[in-house]
């Protein structure tokens, strides 16, 4: 049984950082994706950082390249996403997801299964 427990979330001035955690349980799958989402009011959600669980390779949106960075902590299975230089259109509910496999590409959403309850990112 997989679960995500996202924490770290809050409120800051444009300019600011701040760093979100998932922690990942019964996540065994050889060959899947780790990943963090975010959706915005009013908007669909939207792919921040994917990462290929067999290669360890990582890609990032362009929006938040230079800026946001991914960090896989292995013991405990933890993931972060380091969010630097926030801006206001960095505000939304951010989640993290865990895709059992994939096929071709980590952005893919509807290869994640397993999704976090989120956590909100205010920037001012």
């Known amino acids: 049984h997989v679960q995500l427990v996202e924490s770290g979330g809050g409120s800051v001035q444009a300019g600011g950082s701040l760093r979100l955690s998932c922690e990942v349980s019964g996540y065994t799958y050889p060959r899947g994706c780790l990943g963090w989402f975010r959706q915005a009011p009013g908007k669909e959600r939207e792919g921040v950082i994917v990462?290929?669980?067999?290669?360890?390779?990582?890609d990032y949106a362009d929006s938040v390249k230079g800026r946001f960075t991914i960090i896989r902590d292995l013991t405990p299975n933890t993931i972060y996403l380091q969010l630097n230089s926030l801006k206001p259109e960095d505000t939304a509910m951010y989640y993290c997801a865990a895709a059992p496999w994939y096929t071709g590409s980590c952005w893919q959403q509807n290869a994640y299964r397993y999704w976090g309850q989120g956590t909100q990112v205010t920037v001012s």
């Open positions: 990462v290929a669980t067999d290669t360890d390779i990582t």
